[in-house]
């Protein structure tokens, strides 16, 4: 009986042992994959400028410390009383009113749970409304802004979570230059 006992114990026990210790974590962990942080949430998917083709950021995002701090929870983009405001990309307006004396519109982003706000518009659309990358959403209220001089205010959540709304642009609208090839060392140069 003695050989048998070693045998369980030397060649039968360990196996089993380094299987559930392998395979119990795999078995209670969470299926559900951990949140991206922000600026992997934030796909470049805008298609234009939600005013002008590349116009000014007068105030940057800052992103509060806590969920009630002191912050700047979009960007300040200079724009002239009467200009047109542009959904930056396809989407679904989730909210056309006013809040605060300001006139806003919030555009649910189509694939996304992002959306956009902008202000102060006034609303040429409804909510409920399927608008199209670059088509207008409205235009900047002469009154209501909260920059020195005129501009719209652009932000961007993702749920509750204040986002920064740059990320949503790609490098060639955010004028990064444009690409450039460059020459290939080694390959003949065709004749003729």
Same mark, same amino acid.
């Given at each position: 009986?003695?050989?048998?006992?070693?045998?369980?114990?030397?060649?039968?026990?360990?196996?089993?042992?380094?299987?559930?210790?392998?395979?119990?974590?795999?078995?209670?962990?969470?299926?559900?994959?951990?949140?991206?942080?922000?600026?992997?949430?934030?796909? &470049? %998917? $805008?298609? !234009?400028?939600?005013?002008? /083709?590349?116009?000014? #950021?007068?105030?940057?995002?800052?992103?509060? +410390?806590? *969920?009630y701090?002191?912050?700047?929870?979009?960007?300040?983009?200079?724009?002239?009383p009467?200009?047109?405001?542009?959904?930056?990309?396809?989407?679904?307006?989730?909210?056309?009113?006013?809040?605060?004396?300001?006139?806003?519109?919030?555009? &649910? %982003? $189509?694939? !996304?749970?992002?959306?956009? /706000?902008?202000e102060? #518009?006034?609303?040429?659309?409804?909510?409920? +409304?399927? *608008?199209?990358?670059?088509?207008?959403?409205?235009?900047?209220?002469?009154?209501?802004?909260?920059?020195?001089?005129?501009?719209?205010?652009?932000?961007?959540?993702?749920?509750?979570?204040?986002?920064?709304?740059?990320?949503?642009?790609?490098?060639? %609208?955010?004028?990064?230059?444009?690409?450039?090839?460059?020459?290939?060392?080694?390959?003949?140069?065709?004749?003729?």
């Amino acid at each position: 009986m003695r050989p048998l006992v070693r045998y369980v114990t030397n060649w039968v026990i360990p196996p089993l042992l380094l299987a559930f210790a392998v395979l119990t974590p795999l078995a209670w962990a969470d299926p559900s994959p951990p949140e991206k942080p922000p600026g992997e949430r934030v796909p &470049a %998917l $805008a298609r !234009t400028w939600p005013v002008g /083709t590349r116009p000014a #950021v007068l105030r940057g995002w800052e992103p509060p +410390a806590t *969920v009630y701090a002191a912050g700047h929870r979009g960007v300040d983009l200079a724009a002239a009383p009467g200009t047109p405001v542009r959904a930056v990309a396809a989407g679904r307006v989730s909210y056309a009113g006013r809040v605060a004396g300001r006139g806003v519109v919030a555009v &649910a %982003l $189509a694939g !996304t749970s992002l959306r956009t /706000t902008y202000e102060p #518009v006034r609303a040429e659309v409804t909510k409920g +409304a399927e *608008v199209g990358a670059g088509q207008a959403v409205g235009t900047v209220e002469g009154t209501g802004s909260h920059c020195p001089e005129a501009c719209v205010h652009w932000g961007l959540l993702d749920g509750e979570t204040y986002l920064n709304p740059l990320d949503l642009m790609p490098p060639w %609208l955010l004028g990064h230059g444009p690409s450039r090839l460059l020459p290939v060392l080694g390959v003949p140069v065709p004749s003729g």
